[in-house]
Each structure stands twice: as C-alpha cells, then as structure tokens.
Nanobody, 123 residues
C-alpha cells in the first residue's frame, strides 16, 4: 500500500525558512508524480510543486518560483520542500500527494494523500 507521511511544519517568521519532508512507501512504479498541495483557511487547495519519481523533473506554481525548491532522495524514498523567503500568505496546511503517472502540470488531482503538516508564518 502507498503511504505518505509529512513532517517539518511549524511556526516561522516572515523571511525565514522551513524544510518539509515526505516519507513515501509502497511504490511499485518509477513514473509517479509526487507533489505538494496547500490549503489555507477559507481558500481552495492550491498546487505548489511536483517532481517526477523517475528523473527528478520539477515544476513550480508561479507564486513560489524562486523561493521554494522540491527535491528527492531516492535512497531514502523521501521528497523535500525547501521553503525560503516565507511570507504570511504562505500560511496553510501542506499536503504531500502522489498520482500514479507523470504529470508535468501544477494540479490538485492526486490519487494518494498524506495527513498534512501545518505551516504558519507569523509576523
């Protein structure tokens, strides 16, 4: 079975940094999309970034380009989201998610979801 466990959320000041981790297990294919999706109170879900499990190709939403970096450690079966220059509008629950094919688009239509981790940027 596919399982996703996020960690690394917390409280940080504007301009600060935070690194989220997503530990994945149960993969049987090398063509998954692993993504980060966030949802702030009162707002719809927003795709943030995604990465190909096969070759590490990355895609970013315009709102985070230049500030966030998604990466993978294939030996540890872990995907990371390094978040720099954080802003109050980045406050949200961040979810790690997987779809069972490579999709080079920012989206929210994933097949498997983690529990989410709270990220709060407070001035």
């Amino acid at each position: 079975q596919l399982q996703l466990v996020e960690s690394g959320g917390g409280l940080v000041q504007p301009g600060g940094s935070l690194r989220l981790s997503c530990a994945a297990s149960g993969f049987t294919s090398d063509y998954y999309t692993i993504g980060w999706v966030r949802q702030a109170p009162g707002k719809e879900r927003e795709g943030v970034s995604c990465i190909s499990s096969s070759d590490g190709t990355t895609v970013y939403a315009d709102s985070v380009k230049g500030r966030f970096t998604i990466s993978r450690d294939t030996a540890k079966n872990t995907v990371y989201l390094q978040m720099n220059s954080l802003r109050p509008e980045d406050t949200a629950v961040y979810y790690c998610a997987v779809k069972l094919y490579w999709d080079p688009r920012i989206s929210t239509d994933y097949d498997y979801w983690g529990q989410g981790t709270q990220v709060t940027i407070s001035p």
